[in-house]
Every structure is written in C-alpha cells, then in structure tokens.
C-alpha cells in the first residue's frame, strides 16, 4: 500500500491542529456538568447546529463542543465532513465526522448515522465496552 | 488466474490455505499496513471533505484496488489463494460456518466483545491488533448485536436494479446503485449495515483487523460486476468528469499514484469470481 501524499496529508494534518487546544480539558473534574444545551445535544432554535454536551454515561465522561472557527486555509466551503465538532470521552478525542443531512458518525461506529455527536459518543461507550480510544497519526 | 469463490463452498484444505496466508502476511507486517492505509483514508476523508474511500462514488473501485494489492499479498505467500466472498443475503446466521473454528472463529465473548475462539483469537498468538483508534489489542465481534438481521436479498435486488450507477451530489445519499450498494441511502442498510452487524473492530475505521472485511467486501465488488452485466449500456462510473472534489473517471485514487476508476472497471485481469 502506497502511502498518501504530502498534498493529500495536509488537509488532515491542519484537522488536527485544530482540536489540540481541546483536548485537555476534560481532565479537570469527572463529576457530571450540565450541559450547555439541552440533553439531545441539539442546540435551540431548530437550526439543526450541535451546541455543547457534558455528561456521564455508563459510567464514562463524554464531552462536545462546536470547534473555533476554522482557519482560511481550511475553509473549503461546501464540505459537510469536516463540520468542526470535538468530542472526548474521558478527556480523549473521538474523531467524528459530519455527513450533510444523514447524520454523524465516528471512528468507532463508522458506517452508522447519528442524529447529533452526542448520539455517536454515547454509542462509541456502548462499544468500547471499557476500552479507551487512542488518539493516533491521521496521516500516518 | 485467480477466482474468487463463495466461501461457503471453500473445501477445508481451501479454507486452511487462505487463513495460513493471512497469518502470514500479518506475521510479516504487511497486513497491519492495510489497516494502517484503511484508517489513513477515512482521517484524511473526513478532515478534507473529499470522499475518496468512502460516502462517494470512488468507494467501489477504491475498495477493488484495495483487494487487488491485499490478494497480491497473500499470493506472495500462497500462489493458490485468492478473497473468498461471503454472500450475506445467504449465510445470514451465526451459526454460518463462516464463523467456525476452522475459519473466521465466532462471535465474541459479551464481556468485551473479545473473539475467543479461531486462528484469529488472541489468545491463540497470532492476531494482535496494532493499528487501532482504541484500546482493544484483541479482534472484537459482537455478531448480530447491533442489528439483529443482514441485509435481505430483496435489498440487493432492488439495488442491482438501478440504471444509473450515482448522481449528484455524489455524496452520501445520493440516488443510484452506488449509494444503495454502500448503504447510505437508507438507515443501516447493505454495506454499512453488514459492517455493524458484525459489530467490533468491523464497525470502526480500521475494520480490515477483522479478516472478515475481506470476504464482505469482495461480496460488495462482485456486486458491482453483476450490476455491470445487468446494465451493459449504464456508464459503469459516474461522474466522467469535471465534479469538483470528487474523484471522477480519470482522477487518480490516492495513495495510490496512478490508480483510476477507469482502471478498476474490468475486473476481469486481474481475478473472475466463481
Ligand atoms: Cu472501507
Ligand atoms: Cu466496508
């Protein structure tokens, strides 16, 4: 298998520069936070936009927030995938991904759709079964 | 010449002879960088919102040139072996032998999902997951957990029975064969829902660590032939061309340097299926 190229690569290596600010901060407490928007994770007002989440489910800390804008040489306008959305369990990433109006999913439940990223992480815990994600190269 | 077959009909020695090759390649390393090119193209997918693997037209001959290079491999090790195919509308159970001892191994245990039995049981020392995006060092099954049946062969003919290969948006969801084959047209459906009934490393972005991706997918691929001699006359690809961030006809499929859809229309020199 060739690896991919440099051109290809970058677009994911900007991705992930991105969610670096994110990921620490998850560590401070386990106790539950009230989310910032209501439990579906569906921010009021009906547009459709994911606001925050923060909970405990089945016992794992699950976390999501709308990323900061991204920069110029990210925004190709148009695409749904890479919509800019965190989400942590435990305080680690698991990537997720946008797909237009079918819905999200994410590196653990991959060719399932899901209403909003809290739907996907509360799936990504049912199928870890106490396993951790692993944040890892996306360019590798 | 190599012919892929129905697993079903694989004689024991057959069987022994695809799982020793596999064995073989990950022994040596080579079956983790197919996980590791798997998992790659998914990241950079998504963060790029170009569809190259996956959610877009190219998921079909993306994926044939993924078997082509992962039958080479195993042909280095076994020149007689060739990516059985797993019918999914016909063994649809877990009690299939697909799944038994001498084969793929079962279903996991319900404590973490942990395949116990099989070459590719970790406890059996030969089947150590080391290109992941979790924790788990061991093959994860669950079969039938998620979604209790596989898809109906009433699913596929419907699909098979659609004219035009994809349309615009040429994105997840988007009408035609493609979208309908790869099960982003409706709620779990046909592809997708196969991966999530197996359930485990099979519904993550590294699913080729399960061996069965393989069988399932050279099922997809063998799809996509029949579909082609329904419809002589349908464009075998779409879009020909000119679609912005979408791999039309004669776009390279990266990794691979100079791969194309057009490249991957005719199957036939490099393998038949039986
Ligand atoms: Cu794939
Ligand atoms: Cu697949």
């Known amino acids: 298998m060739p690896r991919p190229t440099r051109r290809q690569a970058l677009g994911a290596v900007i991705g992930v520069a991105a969610s670096g600010a994110l990921v620490g901060m998850a560590a401070a407490s386990t106790e539950t936070v009230a989310a910032e928007a209501d439990s579906s994770g569906i921010a009021p007002g009906g547009t459709g936009a994911p606001g925050s989440f923060d909970e405990v489910f089945e016992g794992r800390r699950i976390q999501g927030t709308p990323a900061a804008a991204r920069t110029d040489a990210h925004a190709h306008a148009g695409h749904a995938g890479h919509a800019g959305y965190r989400v942590l369990i435990d305080g680690r990433e698991l990537p997720v991904m946008q797909h237009g109006k079918s819905g999200w999913s994410s590196t653990i439940n991959h060719y399932e759709r899901f209403a909003t990223p809290l739907e996907a992480a509360r799936t990504a815990v049912i199928s870890l079964k106490g396993a951790v994600v692993v944040p890892f190269d996306p360019t590798a | ?274």
Request: proline share 8%; hydrophobic share 40%.
């Open chain 2, 1 to 274: 010449m190599t012919v892929r077959k129905n697993q079903a009909n694989l004689t024991a020695p057959e069987k022994k002879a695809f799982v020793d090759a596999v064995l073989e390649v990950k022994r040596l390393g080579v079956y983790d960088e197919f996980v590791l090119a798997h998992r790659t193209r998914f990241s950079i997918d998504m963060n790029t919102g170009v569809y190259v693997g996956h959610f877009g037209p190219s998921f079909l001959p993306w994926h044939r040139k993924f078997l082509i290079d992962f039958e080479n491999e195993l042909q280095k090790i076994d020149a007689s072996v060739s990516i059985p195919y797993w019918d999914w509308t016909a063994d649809n159970t877990v009690g299939s032998s697909l799944w038994a001892p001498d084969f793929l191994g079962g279903t996991g245990r319900p404590l973490d999902d942990q395949v116990m039995d099989g070459p590719f049981a970790h406890s059996a020392g030969k089947w150590t997951i080391n290109v992941s995006v979790d924790s788990r060092a061991f093959l994860a099954r669950q079969l039938a957990y998620r979604v209790p049946s596989l898809p109906p062969r009433s699913d596929v003919d419907a699909a098979l029975a659609m004219p035009t290969y994809d349309s615009p948006p040429f994105r997840d969801g988007s009408a035609g064969f493609r979208s309908a084959l790869e099960g982003s047209a409706g709620y779990m459906s046909m592809h997708n829902r196969v991966h999530t009934w197996v359930w485990g490393h099979m519904e993550t972005s590294v699913s080729p660590n399960d061996p069965v991706f393989w069988l399932h997918h050279a099922f997809v691929d063998k799809l996509w032939a029949d579909w082609h001699a329904l419809h002589p006359t349908s464009a075998e690809y779409l879009p020909a061309g000119g679609t912005t961030d979408v791999i039309d006809l004669n776009d390279t499929m990266p990794p691979w340097p100079n791969t194309t859809p057009q490249d991957m229309l005719d199957h036939t020199p490099f393998y038949t299926y039986a």
